[in-house]
């Protein structure tokens, strides 16, 4: 199976509520970073979090990272219907605490937030 | 607006046709990279430059024969393409490859879409 994988693949949701996505990897990471994709458009960065790290906030969105799980978790309080797009999780694979220099997307969660 | 532009947003193209992506970052990034998204699978990564040198090819068809003639500017050309070849095709770029994490944040263009028959 591959590096990267997003739980849920699907999640509907009503604005107001909270949205978790929830990301597994399976290699040795340097850093993970979630990224949005809107409708076949593409892909803006949303925060990345290193792998000394263990939680990370961005305005709505707060992100965890449990590297001895090799998992990590997006969470997006307060939704809104603007908030509908597909969320991906990317590895940054290292070795010896160097990066590769390049990222390993998952699949995705799609979030649907209903007004 | 991400500063990162691809053209042309849409493609159509026969099998025998060559064609070229080309993709542009005003952003004073070093590394760029082409990835194809395809419905259902994850995007996966083609190639990978830093500072103008290919450092990863993941095994692509040699139908796919990228060009980075600097660090602002790649371009992908395309030859005797498969259906199985349409698909976006994604280019990003970041300040470094392989740098420490705040410099590979990649941004990304607005992709284009080929569709192959």
Same mark, same amino acid.
């Given at each position: 199976s591959q590096q990267g994988e997003e739980d849920p693949q699907a999640l509907s949701i009503q604005e107001g509520e909270n949205a978790t996505m929830n990301c597994s990897? =399976? $290699?040795?990471i340097n850093n993970l970073q979630w990224y949005r994709q809107n409708s076949g458009r593409g892909l803006v960065h949303l925060i990345l979090i290193r792998s000394n790290e263990r939680e990370k906030h961005s305005g709505r969105l707060r992100v965890t990272l449990d590297t001895s799980k090799k998992s990590s978790s997006? @969470?997006?309080?307060?939704?809104?219907?603007?908030? $509908?797009?597909s969320y991906f !999780?990317? $590895?940054a694979e290292s070795s010896g605490g160097t990066s590769y220099g390049k990222l390993t997307f998952g699949q995705g969660t799609i979030l649907t937030v209903h007004p | 607006e991400t500063g990162v532009t691809q053209t042309p947003r849409h493609l159509v193209m026969g099998m025998t046709n060559k064609k070229?992506?080309? !993709?542009?970052?005003?952003l004073g990034h070093n590394?760029? /990279?082409? /990835?194809?998204?395809?419905?259902? =699978?994850p995007l996966e990564l083609m190639f990978v430059y830093? +500072?103008?040198?290919? $450092?990863?090819?993941?095994?692509?068809? &040699?139908? +796919?024969s990228p060009e980075c003639p600097n660090s602002s500017h790649l371009f992908l050309h395309l030859h005797t393409?498969?259906?199985e070849? &349409?698909?976006? /095709?994604? !280019?990003? &770029?970041? @300040?470094?490859a392989g740098g420490p994490p705040s410099q590979e944040t990649q941004y990304f263009g607005p992709g284009t879409r080929l569709l192959v028959l």
């Open positions: 990897y =399976k $290699t040795s997006l @969470l997006i309080t307060a939704s809104r219907a603007a908030d $509908t797009a !999780c990317a $590895t | 070229s992506l080309k !993709c542009e970052q005003h590394a760029m /990279y082409w /990835y194809k998204q395809s419905a259902k =699978k830093n +500072f103008k040198e290919q $450092t990863e090819n993941n095994s692509v068809p &040699s139908r +796919f393409l498969q259906p070849d &349409s698909a976006l /095709y994604l !280019c990003a &770029s970041s @300040l470094l």
